[in-house]
């Protein structure tokens, strides 16, 4: 079965970090662009960061440039997000997804992060 | 990057036909055949309907159709049925200069 399960969101304090994981299944990981995108409860979806099949490029937003760091291990099948200097604003539901042709076609359930103290 | 603008909410009786449209300027949809749409049920993760304006992914329903008139992308669903009754969000690239995505604000389908 083709999944992306996510793991690691969590209640924070803000200026906190937190690293999320999104481990791929059923499918050559290491052929897809994959990407995080967050979605506040009850709002719509923003798109935060990308990387390249093997790891040798990267984007972001400019909401998160600076503080977030994308990045994946091949061997293990596995997307991680690096988040840093997170606030209230951060808090949101994140999802990985694998990109196909300037969309994202397989979604994980996603992972909630929530900011505060 | 400002989200795209889509309408709140949109509904329609089953077996009706409805039209979902996403406004943009021309540095995103404008600018790329690259529109994608995605359906979301509540709790549940975004599952993709259109990509590149018009194309079809294996499994999803022809009732949803997709087009483009410059800055505006437009999904259509025909023959409307209960379980498509759900969120649907746009979604434009943006170029690689931003290295970026733009999702559209979502509109809620009602089915009557």
């Known amino acids: 079965e083709v999944q992306l399960v996510e793991s690691g969101g969590d209640l924070v304090q803000p200026g906190g970090s937190l690293r999320l994981s999104c481990a791929a299944s059923?499918?050559?990981?290491?052929?897809?662009?994959m990407h995080w995108v967050r979605q506040v409860p009850g709002k719509g979806l923003v798109w935060l960061s990308h990387?390249?099949?093997?790891?040798?490029?990267?984007g972001y937003a400019d909401s998160v440039k600076g503080r977030f760091t994308i990045s994946r291990d091949n061997a293990k099948n596995t997307l991680y997000l690096e988040m840093n200097s997170l606030s209230a604003e951060d808090t949101a539901v994140y999802f990985c997804?694998?990109?196909?042709?300037?969309?994202?076609?397989?979604w994980g359930q996603g992972t909630m992060v929530t900011v505060s103290s | 990057q400002s989200a795209l603008t889509q309408p709140a909410s949109v509904s329609g009786s089953p077996g009706q036909s409805i039209t979902i449209s996403c406004a943009g300027t021309?540095?995103?949809?404008?600018?790329?055949?690259?529109v994608s749409w995605y359906q979301q049920h509540p709790g549940k993760a975004p599952q993709l309907m259109i990509y590149?304006?018009?194309k079809r992914p294996s499994g999803v329903s022809s009732r949803f159709s997709g087009s483009k008139s410059g800055n505006t992308a437009s999904l259509t669903i025909s023959g409307l049925q209960a379980e498509d009754e759900a969120d649907y969000l746009c979604?434009?690239?943006?170029?690689?200069?931003?290295?970026?995505?733009?999702f559209g604000t979502g509109t809620k389908v009602t089915v009557l």
């Open positions: 997804a694998s990109g196909y042709n300037y969309a994202f076609d397989i």
């Open positions: 059923g499918f050559i990981f290491s052929t897809y662009w």
């Open positions: 990387i390249h099949n093997d790891g040798s490029k990267t």
């Open positions: 021309n540095s995103d949809i404008g600018s790329y055949n690259l």
């Open positions: 590149e304006v018009s």
């Open positions: 979604c434009s690239y943006v170029g690689s200069r931003n290295f970026a995505y733009v």
